[in-house]
């Protein structure tokens, strides 16, 4: 009946609506890909199960630099997106996308052929594959955006209407409006590590090695999260966040942080305030949050003899743990004003039997130990690559 049509459609461009809502509160908190924004988006209408929506979506986008359009099959599989591999669109072939025809087209076999076979020849063979039966109707509806492209949704049950036209209107305008702020964001996020990756480099420009230490710590600090089985999202955070471990000491003065032989204990009692002052400095912004946990706590010991807090075990930030280890490493490798290089072999036999300052078994997390005698290798061929200092 027209009346349950227009209510479920409605229901279904309600659900688009609060989808879009959502991601606009939440995409300066989570970077999202473009495809999880499809997965969100496409997820709302596939998932009626076939009472009032189609049973698979078409997404084609036309590459800016080349042309080409290229698109893939998407279906809801035991409550699970499924997908198609990748389809071309040859613009000379009998499937191309005509992306500046009508804004919808809504077709169904029977208003144009004279058997469901014959229509089958409008459809991409991978479509047809990824069906697994014949095409029926269709509704097609262009986006628009900076990736221009075509929505075309498959096998309605029964005949498509205006109501369909509808839902697939919206999806549409929800598609290329998250897909341009996605590629905003994305912009904006390659500022935001460029202007962090600089406020790092000014707090090493004092010290030998400029810039290089940071850079190195931020690669131990990726490689270890991988190896742990992290959450990819984290492991992308701390291997930018790692650099601005040593942020606060942008406000130690250099006569402190350049001087040859040991520190007094008033001077180290000035050193040792920059965890705070690094803490402070990054502010309470949710997107540094991790970098304010790796500032004020890269110096705290696993058994609760670090500083400045004195934490211990786990109530150490996971990421500053982490980093811990990493900066302990580059030190050790790195030439200072007050001491030698060790070698990679020599740094090895520090974080297994211990020195005058590093003490293993009370400094790190067993676990994170674990994991870089696991892949200490990766250590040495990161030192290597950025510029490490050879003994």
Same mark, same amino acid.
């Given at each position: 009946?027209?009346?349950?049509? $227009?209510?479920?459609?409605?229901?279904?461009?309600?659900?688009?609506?609060?989808?879009?809502?959502?991601?606009?509160?939440?995409? $300066?908190?989570?970077?999202?890909?473009?495809?999880?924004?499809?997965?969100?988006?496409?997820?709302?209408?596939?998932?009626?199960?076939?009472?009032?929506?189609?049973?698979?979506?078409?997404?084609?986008?036309? !590459?800016?630099?080349?042309?080409?359009?290229?698109?893939?099959?998407?279906?809801?599989?035991?409550?699970?997106?499924?997908?198609?591999?990748?389809? /071309?669109?040859?613009?000379?072939?009998?499937?191309?996308?005509?992306?500046?025809? #009508?804004?919808?087209?809504?077709?169904?076999?029977? !208003?144009?052929?004279?058997?469901?076979?014959?229509?089958?020849?409008?459809?991409?063979?991978?479509?047809?594959?990824?069906?697994?039966?014949?095409?029926?109707?269709?509704?097609?509806?262009?986006?628009?955006?900076?990736?221009?492209?075509?929505?075309?949704?498959?096998?309605?049950?029964?005949?498509?209407?205006?109501?369909?036209?509808?839902?697939?209107?919206?999806? @549409?305008?929800?598609?290329?409006?998250?897909?341009?702020?996605?590629?905003?964001?994305?912009?904006?996020?390659?500022?935001?590590?460029?202007?962090?990756?600089?406020?790092?480099?000014?707090?090493?420009?004092?010290?030998?090695?400029? %810039?290089?230490?940071?850079?190195?710590?931020?690669?131990?600090?990726?490689?270890?999260? #991988?190896?742990?089985?992290?959450?990819?999202?984290?492991?992308? /955070?701390?291997?930018?966040?790692?650099?601005?471990?040593?942020?606060?000491?942008?406000?130690?003065?250099? @006569?402190?942080?350049?001087?040859?032989?040991?520190?007094?204990?008033?001077?180290?009692?000035?050193?040792?305030?920059?965890?705070?002052? %690094?803490?402070?400095?990054?502010?309470?912004?949710?997107?540094? @949050?991790?970098?304010?946990?790796?500032?004020?706590?890269?110096?705290?010991?696993?058994?609760?003899?670090?500083?400045?807090? %004195?934490?211990?075990? !786990?109530?150490?930030?996971?990421?500053?743990?982490?980093?811990?280890?990493?900066?302990?490493?580059?030190?050790?490798?790195?030439?200072?004003?007050?001491?030698?290089?060790? @070698?990679?072999?020599?740094?090895?036999?520090?974080?297994?039997?211990?020195?005058?300052?590093?003490?293993?078994?009370?400094?790190?997390?067993?676990?994170?130990?674990?994991?870089?005698?696991?892949?200490?290798?990766?250590?040495?061929?990161?030192?290597?690559?950025?510029?490490?200092?050879?003994?």
């Amino acid at each position: 009946m027209p009346s349950e049509l $227009c209510d479920m459609s409605l229901r279904q461009t309600q659900e688009l609506l609060r989808l879009t809502d959502y991601t606009l509160q939440n995409i $300066c908190c989570r970077r999202y890909t473009s495809e999880e924004l499809y997965e969100e988006a496409l997820r709302k209408v596939l998932g009626a199960k076939g009472r009032r929506g189609p049973r698979y979506i078409l997404l084609v986008f036309k !590459d800016m630099e080349t042309g080409i359009h290229r698109g893939r099959v998407f279906n809801m599989k035991e409550g699970e997106m499924a997908e198609s591999e990748e389809i /071309t669109f040859d613009p000379g072939s009998a499937y191309a996308i005509d992306m500046a025809g #009508a804004e919808t087209v809504i077709s169904n076999w029977c !208003d144009v052929c004279e058997t469901v076979e014959e229509y089958q020849d409008n459809f991409h063979p991978v479509v047809k594959a990824f069906v697994g039966g014949p095409v029926k109707n269709f509704v097609c509806n262009r986006i628009s955006g900076d990736r221009p492209g075509m929505i075309i949704a498959l096998n309605y049950p029964g005949v498509v209407t205006e109501y369909d036209a509808d839902v697939l209107r919206s999806l @549409s305008v929800v598609i290329g409006s998250l897909v341009t702020i996605s590629n905003e964001m994305r912009e904006t996020e390659k500022a935001f590590i460029y202007t962090i990756e600089a406020l790092a480099r000014a707090c090493e420009a004092a010290e030998e090695e400029t %810039g290089k230490h940071v850079l190195r710590v931020n690669r131990y600090a990726g490689a270890l999260a #991988a190896n742990m089985g992290l959450p990819a999202v984290f492991i992308e /955070t701390i291997s930018y966040s790692a650099q601005m471990h040593d942020v606060g000491k942008i406000k130690i003065p250099n @006569s402190i942080l350049l001087k040859e032989g040991p520190l007094d204990r008033d001077e180290m009692k000035i050193m040792m305030m920059h965890p705070a002052y %690094g803490e402070k400095i990054l502010g309470d912004s949710p997107r540094l @949050s991790v970098a304010r946990q790796i500032a004020i706590s890269h110096h705290e010991n696993w058994d609760g003899s670090g500083y400045p807090r %004195g934490l211990k075990g !786990d109530k150490i930030p996971l990421a500053g743990r982490i980093v811990k280890l990493a900066d302990v490493y580059d030190a050790l490798r790195s030439k200072r004003s007050y001491k030698h290089a060790c @070698s990679h072999s020599e740094t090895l036999s520090v974080f297994s039997e211990g020195d005058e300052r590093v003490i293993p078994a009370l400094h790190f997390d067993p676990e994170i130990l674990k994991t870089f005698f696991r892949i200490e290798h990766i250590f040495e061929s990161i030192y290597e690559s950025l510029g490490g200092v050879m003994p």
